[in-house]
């Protein structure tokens, strides 16, 4: 059985001159005697010693940046500046050579662009070290949120014949032969000869199927992958990524509000108490970055002081039509600083109206609540001024829209009069309107895109940077 002791863990130790094993990756290699090795349990390194003298000619050849190491020896209080422990080797072996030439890591700084075409190996740099462990923190704090609150967790399909959102941007699934695609008698492809005998897609969303569990669990959430075909190339869109998605029964769009805030809070919370180190290093990153920019485009708050931000303050809440007042009024829609101008009620947000409700005018997380039903999906309420719907949009400095979600409509009569005005068949979806023929109930549910909560935390700019493997157009290597 293979042992070893994690550096994370060695570099706290003060249990001195005891003999360690560790086994990493070598980061450097200086003056054939000093090893930066790290094991990924921690951005930092830990300082391995060789005895050159008394070391193979051949082996230190080989202790190259990006190899497989394994060091024995004993662990002594350091005398070098930058480290409190370093390790005295006795006994150094190859686990996996790493050639030097061909090796795209070496010590110095590499663009994120660069880092990206080689995302298989960008997990071995500190940025990234830092971004996935922090994702892992908050995908951990997701599930521990919910399962507190006694939620359960369903697994929604991956594979569905229903579009939730409407769009019609999804990626077909099918076993058909695309050289001999069968045909109907009039030129249709015969999806009755496809694995499953219709049309299927990968999903876009998990929600219609939650609120099916909603109405026998009472409250429940997903957490799982989502598609769209949506062929964008911004630093905000996949075509891949991950979705969470509660569903509550019994549930208006007050508590709805109050659920998602709660939410935001705790994760947050949870990724700063957890990840003190890693969110240290990404607020330091960051603010290199911003040195780059002109004074005008640089953010007026660091990381943590957005993280801060959020926590600290209750989410302001509004209404559309407050909201659409408020931003016509403002300085940079009378200036036309905006690029898209505000003159009417019924226009949809873009991301610059959401940043500056939440960055200029009330300097607070905004939600927004009771927007036109013409630019919002089927399944949100109908409020009784028959114009609007019970709809909420949360959004954060820096980023805009965070989540959003709705009370569901479960009046049948109303569920069916929209779906008809939105162009949803209803026969597609018999089993979505069976909840509202038995036992239907208010109930209320909401979406967060992982990997833009993702984004926010760790102050990565490109979503793609925060995915381990990010698919969109034209790419989907690895």
């Known amino acids: 059985m293979i042992k070893r002791q994690q550096i994370k863990d060695l570099l706290k130790s003060t249990d001195f001159n005891t003999e360690v094993t560790v086994m990493g990756w070598v980061r450097t290699f200086r003056n054939n005697q000093f090893i930066a090795l790290n094991d990924g349990s921690c951005m930092g390194n830990i300082q391995v010693v060789v005895d050159f003298n008394n070391t193979d000619e051949n082996l230190l050849k080989r202790i190259t940046t990006g190899a497989a190491i394994k060091a024995t020896g004993n662990l002594i209080e350091s005398l070098g500046k930058g480290q409190t422990v370093e390790i005295k080797a006795t006994a150094v ?30 997990f071995r740099t500190n940025t990234f070290n830092a971004v996935f462990k ?157 040195k780059q920019k002109p004074q005008n485009e640089r953010s007026e708050l660091s990381l943590l002081e957005k993280l801060d931000f959020c926590l600290a303050n209750n989410f302001q809440r509004l209404t559309y039509t407050e909201a659409i007042d408020i931003l016509k009024a403002s300085k940079p829609n009378q200036k036309k600083q905006f690029k898209y101008l505000i003159d009417s009620w019924g226009a949809d947000l873009q991301s610059e109206h959401e940043r500056y409700l939440v960055e200029k005018h009330f300097k607070r997380p905004v939600i927004l609540i009771d927007y036109p039903k013409d630019i919002k999906s089927f399944y949100m309420r109908l409020n009784d001024d028959g114009k609007t719907v019970a709809a ?10 965070m989540i959003g979600g709705s009370q569901r409509e479960e009046r049948m009569e109303v569920l069916k009069q929209r779906m008809d005005e939105m162009g949803v068949p209803q026969e597609e ?10 036992g239907s109930a208010p109930h209320a549910g909401f979406g967060l895109g992982f990997e833009r909560l993702v984004l926010f935390v760790t102050g990565m700019t490109n979503i793609r940077d925060v995915i381990a493997f990010p698919r969109f157009p034209k790419s989907a290597e690895f």
Not at 107 to 120: D, G, Q, V, Y
Not at 170 to 189: A, H, I, N, S, Y
Not at 392 to 401: A, K, R, S, T, V
Not at 429 to 438: A, C, G, P, Q
Request: hydrophobic letters at 40%; proline letters at 4%.
């Open 429 to 438: 979806l018999w089993w979505y309107l069976d909840t509202r023929r038995f």
């Open 392 to 401: 909420m949009d949360i959004l954060f400095p820096g980023i805009g829209e």
């Open 134 to 290: 922090v994702r892992h923190a908050l995908a951990f704090a997701i599930h521990q949120f919910y399962n507190e609150r006694g939620f359960v967790y369903m697994h929604t399909p991956v594979i569905t014949a229903s579009d939730a959102e409407g769009a019609g941007e999804m990626f077909k699934v099918t076993t058909l032969d695309f050289d001999k695609t069968p045909r109907t008698d009039d030129g249709k492809v015969d999806f009755a000869e496809d694995f499953f005998g219709r049309a299927t897609n990968l999903t876009v969303s998990g929600q219609l199927e939650g609120e099916l569990a909603a109405m026998a669990f009472g409250q429940i959430y997903t957490f799982g992958p989502t598609f769209r075909a949506e062929n964008s190339n911004t630093t905000r869109h996949l075509a891949e990524f991950w979705m969470i998605e509660p569903e509550v029964a019994f549930a208006d769009l007050e508590n709805n509000m109050e659920l998602a805030e709660d939410m935001m809070k705790y994760v947050i919370s949870y990724a700063k108490e957890n990840c003190k180190e890693e969110l240290e290093f990404l607020n330091n990153r960051l603010a290199e970055e911003e």
């Open 93 to 122: 072996e190859i686990l996996g050579d790493s050639d030097p030439e061909k090796f795209p890591l070496q010590p110095k700084k590499h663009s994120l662009e660069f880092l990206r075409e080689i995302a298989h190996l960008r």
